[in-house]
């Protein structure tokens, strides 16, 4: 193996190592560091980590992560030392300063693989080649490494296989379940020998009653089923779906919240279809667009859209896609890493994020992993999708004749949520200068492939008069929208145009109503849409004129499209009508959007509507405003959800392990949207088999004063340390999360306790628990909400700790919520279901072993019911505290001692 020449570089909070090419190792200062890597191109890996551990932004050098992205795309491996070991068959260092020295001898065996057989062989000389250009540090090692090839690489958009249509899908028929073929399809996914769960075929029978026929139009079977961890909800549900599926020959939409669940129910599925060429063809997993590579986006970074560090990403980014499964970036198998590493340089414009696909008119269209996946689910049995997907879909969607009668919602504690932000409008300038650019296109010294509506329906406007007036007007009317430094305009006092006139107004109304001083406190601030002031009311004319000017032509457009399809020229082939049918639904959509604009604007110094939430807001990130705007929420959004999806739907199950938490299931009716149907749906509730008086205990400490941040920092060091990691650390606040970390990272790392920490780690949160998993010592700092990304079964998570009670943040939305749903019963089942939900995390297997940990003298004894019934309670001190994380270490029993019963009376 050839001597590499240049030196690794490991910087941790613990230290730093240079591993020179004489095989000199040693620990070095972080000013001789930095000067070494701004004279010498040095090996690094995660150079964006290493430099925030220098605190030297400008760190470069030969990052190892981008050299596995080039030789193994779309190949996962966990970026830490210890990952990279497995990934290339090598001994992982002990320690720290061992990491330094393992770096180089990595790097070789990495390059190695181009002297064997190395599957990723085709394309790799021809990205070498145009890497070079760039001059990718990594060249000069690869280029005598990777040959020629006698014939000359195929580019990748003429070697990426094309969709084929196909008929569409007959309706499904109709058919009953019968209790024994759904009992003998869970025989066969849980497989011979496997222990007989009551719960879980409990569980199935009563899914099951989800695919019966409907009897009433809108009135779906609906069914809200319980199912406590352990239960094997998973296959309870994919049993009778399935099933169905083949019976009826139509698709099940499963729906989950996460990307966790989506990954483990893929897995899930090769029960189903064991035969992979199969399963591709029975189960197709469905997210929205924007996680998508977009290939005419990429094309145009290659070929010169994107210059310097996003211009490398760009080719990285076309190797993985000549190998990719299905192309989606987010969540897929692109590493998360991978962008993290360009500093976020590009990777979102690969993707369509501004809605701003041309369909049929795209080089591309036929090779397009959108089209590909939409097509695949039509003829699938079961689609793996999400919640936002699908209430997208149902509302807005294409593929009206595909859509699905039969739904599993899993992670059903999260359809209210889902709903909340899908339902609602916000007349932001973020918002509005998105939508400038999607009719307008390019303007000034604006890069990219960015066209109007203008170039997208050229054809259209030059064959019809009435819709090239409409596009003309479009055009002139959106000129009035907020437009490329519209905030610095606001700031200064200056704003250009009808609605930057009406932002700098909310701008100032929100800040002169700010009661509890948050403008000096850098957060963000926002104000009820009631009692406006003059100024305000003055503003919304001409802001509501303009929009009206906009909104016209934009529907005028879509009825002379719609007229162009049913009386088609000689011109439309199916390329062409596709095209215009992706218009139609895009003009629909932007129609719809600034129409609740309107209605927001005609809100000021109108009357209220009880069914909504309006207010103002200005939004910051530590004082610095990124967008400002007015807002509009349901104050119940399961109503348009259950209009929207579930009535046009014969049949839904909605699932959850927690969908009862904070209530009873009156509760579970109302946030789900059963109140909203006319149907009464049916109800299943199944505990948890786990033993959590023997696996787990609730330890509340009493003696960390709130506020204090030294106090707080020393409870989290002293019981991860106690622990020996294994511990996730959620915060309320990401002020807090940050300052804890910087108290006691440096200390965990002398104790050999790796810490990352969500906000603060140059890492993308689905890597962070990568990570976090693969290392039964590292812990994990995130919000409150990472709760829900993160599903660790075993050792690797024996500690959950919550920095305080929950208690939700005091908006204005929250405020009318709780007025209408009780008061301060309201905010206790919004705590009881956050408690439930982060308690969820620590008991994955019958195996585990674990202590939920709660910094609060103030935890009232009511919300205790949060917990599973029979998990000891006890309040104590830090020092007592710290004793039973001991016991956490070495997987020693739970303490039984109860101070305080989980259900009191």
């Given amino acids: 193996m050839p001597e590499l020449p240049h030196p690794a570089l490991h910087a941790s909070h613990s230290g730093v190592w240079i591993a020179l090419p004489d095989g000199e190792t040693r620990a070095i200062g972080r000013g001789e560091a930095i000067r070494i890597a701004a004279d010498t191109p040095v090996l690094l890996l995660n150079a964006p980590l290493v430099a925030q551990r220098l605190g030297y932004g400008d760190l470069s050098g030969l990052d190892l992560l981008e050299l596995w992205a080039f030789l193994r795309p779309a190949q996962f491996m966990v970026p830490t030392p210890k990952g990279l070991a497995r990934a290339t068959g090598l001994a992982p260092p002990d320690t720290d300063a061992g990491v330094a020295p393992f770096l180089r001898e990595a790097a070789a065996a990495m390059l190695a693989l181009c002297d064997g057989d190395w599957p990723e062989r085709e394309g790799a000389w021809s990205g070498a080649q145009a890497l070079s250009r760039l001059r990718w540090p990594w060249v000069p090692l690869l280029s005598g490494r990777i040959a020629r090839p006698a014939r000359d690489e195929r580019w990748l958009f003429s070697k990426l296989p094309e969709w084929e249509e196909q008929a569409s899908r007959p309706a499904p028929r109709i058919v009953t379940l019968h209790a024994d073929d759904v009992t003998a399809r869970l025989d066969r996914l849980t497989g011979k020998g496997a222990e007989r769960r009551e719960g879980q075929r409990a569980f199935a029978e009563a899914a099951s009653t989800a695919f019966a026929p409907r009897d009433m139009r809108d009135a ?133 994020r501004r809605g701003e696909c041309i369909y049929a008119g795209c080089p591309h269209y036929r090779k397009c992993y959108i089209e590909r996946a939409a097509r695949a689910s039509a003829d699938a049995d079961i689609v793996i999708a999400n919640h936002a997907l699908v209430m997208v879909n149902a509302a807005r969607g294409r593929e009206t004749t595909t859509r699905p009668t039969r739904y599993v919602f ?19 300038g973020q918002e509005a200068i998105e939508l400038r650019r999607w009719v307008l296109g390019p303007e000034r010294n604006s890069r990219g492939r960015r066209r109007g509506l203008s170039a997208r329906l ?149 009357p209220a509507d009880p069914d909504f939430v309006d207010w103002l807001a200005v939004d910051r990130i530590e004082g610095r405003e990124y967008d400002i705007g007015l807002h509009r929420h349901w104050l119940d959004p399961s109503r348009p959800f259950a209009k929207t999806v579930l009535e046009p739907a014969h049949g839904a199950l909605v699932t959850s392990a927690t969908l009862r938490a904070g209530g009873d299931w009156d509760v579970a009716d109302a946030r789900s949207g059963a109140h909203h ?49 294994g511990t996730l650390g959620l915060f309320t606040a990401i002020r807090r999360l940050r300052s804890v ?89 919004v705590v009881r279901a956050k408690l439930a939900q982060a308690f969820g995390r620590l008991i994955r297997r019958a195996d585990d072993r674990g202590a939920f940990v709660l910094l609060s003298a103030a935890m009232p004894s009511r919300l205790l019911s949060a917990f599973p019934e029979g998990t000891p ?12 994380a001991q016991r956490l270490s070495s997987g020693g029993d739970m303490v039984q001692e109860v101070h305080e019963p989980t259900r009191p009376a």
């Fill in 220 to 352: 779906p079977n609906l069914v809200l089923a319980e199912a406590g961890t352990g239960i094997g909800k998973t296959l309870g549900y994919l049993a009778p779906a399935s099933l169905w599926a083949e019976q009826a020959d139509g698709p099940v939409w499963v729906s989950t919240f996460t990307k966790a669940l989506q990954r483990q129910l893929g897995h899930e599925t090769e029960r189903l279809f064991p035969d992979p060429a199969e399963r591709k063809h029975r189960v197709v997993t469905r997210k929205g667009r924007e996680n998508y590579l977009c290939l005419l986006n990429l094309e145009d970074a290659l070929q010169g859209g994107f210059a310097g560090r996003a211009a490398v990403l760009a080719h990285l980014v076309a190797r993985w896609a000549a190998y990719t499964a299905d192309g989606d970036m987010v969540g897929g198998d692109l590493p998360g890493w991978l962008p993290t590493l360009f500093r976020r340089n590009g990777s979102t414009a690969l993707t369509d």
């Fill in 458 to 606: 050229s054809d259209v406007a030059s064959y019809d008069e009435q819709g090239g007036r409409a596009i003309a007007d479009a055009v002139q009317a959106a000129s009035a929208l907020p437009s490329e430094g519209w905030l610095q305009r606001l700031n200064e006092g200056e704003p250009f145009g009808p609605l930057e006139t009406l932002l700098a107004t909310v701008r100032g109304l929100v800040y002169a109503r700010d009661e509890k001083g948050a403008a000096d406190a850098g957060y963000g601030l926002e104000t009820e849409l009631a009692e406006p002031s003059a100024e305000l009311v003055e503003a919304a004319g001409p802001a509501g004129e303009a929009l009206d000017a906009l909104v016209r032509p934009l529907v005028a457009l879509g009825r002379r499209l719609e007229a162009l399809l049913a009386d088609a020229p000689d011109w439309m082939d199916g390329a062409a009508r596709a095209r215009v049918e992706g218009a139609i639904a895009s003009l629909g959509w932007r129609a719809e959007t600034v129409g609740a604009w309107l209605a927001l604007i005609a809100r000021i110094g109108g």
């Fill in 873 to 884: 309670v006890t309040r104590l001190t830090l020092d007592e505290a710290v004793l039973r």
């Fill in 410 to 428: 899993d992670e059903g504690h999260h359809l209210f949520d889902a709903a909340d932000a899908m339902f609602a409008a916000a007349l932001t």
């Fill in 677 to 725: 149907i006319a149907r009464a749906p049916g109800h299943f509730a199944a505990s948890s088999p786990f033993d959590y008086a023997a696996q787990s205990e609730v330890l509340i400490v009493t003696d960390v004063k709130r506020g204090d941040l030294s106090a707080l920092a020393n409870a989290y060091a002293r019981l991860i340390v106690a622990a020996q990691g």
């Fill in 741 to 829: 970390h910087a108290r006691i990272a440096d200390r965990l790392a002398r104790e050999g306790l790796p810490l990352m920490a969500q906000h603060v780690d140059p890492i993308d949160t689905g890597t962070l628990v990568d990570i976090f998993r693969d290392d039964g010592r590292a812990s994990l700092l995130g919000t409150d909400a990472l709760r829900d990304g993160v599903d660790v079964p075993g050792h690797s998570l024996r500690m959950v700790v919550l920095e305080g009670v929950p208690w939700p943040k005091p908006t204005v939305l929250h405020a009318a919520r709780r007025m209408a749903g009780g008061g301060k019963d309201y905010d206790d089942r």
